[in-house]
């Protein structure tokens, strides 16, 4: 399903650890890694595509993480033709996301990256947050480049190199991006500043065209 530009509703996931670090999938059968993602269906939040995602993708249930951010916007990549199938060509541009960053609240021993028969990823590793951009399809570079930068002031606390988060005993939320009613959202994290408001989840817009291309991408 794609928007009136071309782009298809996507959600990205940035999954951290106590010590955070990200989790970093190694996409099967390539040499490249990234973020789990996928596309948002019709009828779901871009939360519902997130946590449906979440399992599809890592085999983790929603018990096993609690939302520390989202981004405020969609972020936009184009992805190139020859990655798109030809009879999308024209119709299909790339993708429009709403990127997660996550807290793990369970084990590692809970990811599981066989939870569907239709696997992502064949390895998976802990790394740094600011992950190597060279290692991840030239493409989506600059969108993960934005997520990161935007996502970086809600890092939990206990990683003192994050200077956004030094001045206060609590997480903050200086923007209003996360509403105090937000569903798995960490315990005790999370605050507004007086007057500041929830924007919703941005509406899709979407139209019956099928992409036909690998949610991947």
């Known amino acids: ?3 009136r530009d071309g782009f298809r509703p ?3 996931i940035v999954l951290l650890n106590q010590k955070n670090q990200v989790f970093w ?3 099967i059968r390539t040499h490249s890694w990234q973020f789990p993602q996928g596309g948002i269906d019709r009828g779901e939040t871009p939360e519902q ?4 995602e979440l399992h599809e993708e890592v085999g983790l249930q929603p018990e096993h993480v609690c939302i520390v951010a989202r981004t405020r916007d969609w972020l936009r990549y184009e992805v190139p033709d020859r990655f798109i199938r ?3 060509r024209g119709h299909y541009k790339g993708q429009k996301q709403i990127w997660y960053l996550l807290q793990l609240t369970g084990h590692d021993w809970d990811l599981n990256l066989r939870a569907t028969d239709h696997p992502e990823f064949d390895a998976w590793r802990w790394n740094d947050y600011w992950v190597p951009l060279d290692a991840v399809v030239e493409f989506k570079r600059g969108v993960y480049e934005m997520a990161l930068t935007e996502l970086s002031r809600y890092l939990p606390r206990h990683d003192q190199r994050n200077r956004f988060l030094r001045q206060g ?6 923007t209003g991006l996360i509403p105090h009613s937000i569903t798995h959202a960490c315990a005790g994290s999370l605050e507004l500043p007086p007057g500041a408001s929830f924007e919703p989840d941005p509406g899709t817009s979407l139209s019956s065209d099928s992409t036909g291309h690998n949610s991947a991408f």
């Open 169 to 174: 005993s609590r997480l903050r939320d200086p």
């Open 1 to 3: 399903m794609l928007d």
């Open 25 to 27: 999938g190694k996409r």
């Open 10 to 12: 996507n959600v990205g």
């Open 49 to 52: 595509a997130m946590f449906r």
């Open 86 to 88: 030809r009879d999308a």
